[in-house]
């Protein structure tokens, strides 16, 4: 059974950089076949994906947040990264990290499963 | 404001059908077949539901259906329990330069 844990700080200081990583069991991250992705949802809101990356290191990024994100892969621990600079209170939210199911030429059908998600609280 | 529009709130009693829609454009529900839809209780994380438009994944009961018309897709929830009650949340690839796109979610009430 795949799982998947986040871990980071859960307070960051306006302006710095959040980091966070995911811990992928269960499966591994180089044996093809899948997106590993950012998602988050701000308090009380709705869901916003961030970036997937394949094990190849192929980042594919949300549009809106692209400027400031950068995820990176590591087989050797089989976990995956998320860095997002120059953070505001507008990026406080609860981080998630997901499998997705890649569908072909850029494509996933499905992200599943989710990890049980971490809150970071941007305030100085 | 999400790029996929569903209703806020939808309700129903225990027993009823309810179907929650999700409407999109021609750039991303109505050009792929790659509709999934999320349940999400309070303090969890979302839950995978039904994933290219109408397939369920293996231990998800069959009340749940979703389908699909034009730049519109639907979940519908059949003989509606206490323990459906969560917020339930669309989501469609939505191309190469967009990529993923999510429904602001609807928060399910069974009265």
């Known amino acids: 059974q795949v799982q998947l844990q986040e871990s980071g700080p859960g307070l960051v200081k306006p302006s710095q950089t959040l980091s966070l990583t995911c811990t992928v069991s269960?499966?591994?991250?180089?044996?093809?076949?899948?997106?590993w992705s950012w998602l988050r949802q701000h308090p009380g809101k709705g869901l916003e994906w961030i970036g997937h990356?394949?094990?190849?290191?192929?980042?594919y990024y949300n549009p809106s947040l692209e400027s400031r994100v950068t995820m990176s892969i590591d087989t050797s621990k089989n976990q995956f990264s998320l860095k997002l600079s120059s953070v505001t209170a507008a990026d406080t939210a609860v981080y998630y990290c997901?499998?997705?199911?890649?569908?072909?030429?850029?494509?996933?059908?499905?992200?599943?499963?989710w990890g049980q998600g971490t809150l970071v609280t941007v305030s100085s | 404001q999400s790029a996929l529009t569903q209703p806020a709130s939808v309700s129903g009693s225990p027993g009823q059908s309810i179907t929650i829609s999700c409407t999109g454009s021609s750039s991303d529900v109505g050009s792929y077949n790659l509709v999934s839809w999320y349940r999400q209780h309070p303090g969890d994380a979302p839950k995978l539901i039904i994933y290219e438009v109408s397939k369920r994944p293996s231990g998800v009961s069959n009340r749940f259906s979703g389908s699909k018309s034009g730049y519109t897709a639907s979940l519908t929830i059949s003989g509606l329990q206490a323990e459906d009650e969560a917020d339930f949340f669309c989501?469609?690839?939505?191309?190469?330069?967009?990529?993923?796109?999510f429904g602001g979610g609807t928060k399910l009430t069974v009265l």
């Open positions: 989501c469609s690839y939505a191309g190469s330069s967009r990529h993923v796109l």
């Open positions: 997901a499998r997705a199911d890649y569908y072909g030429l850029g494509s996933f059908s499905r992200f599943d499963p």
């Open positions: 990356i394949y094990y190849s290191g192929s980042t």
């Open positions: 269960g499966d591994s991250i180089y044996s093809g076949g899948y997106f």
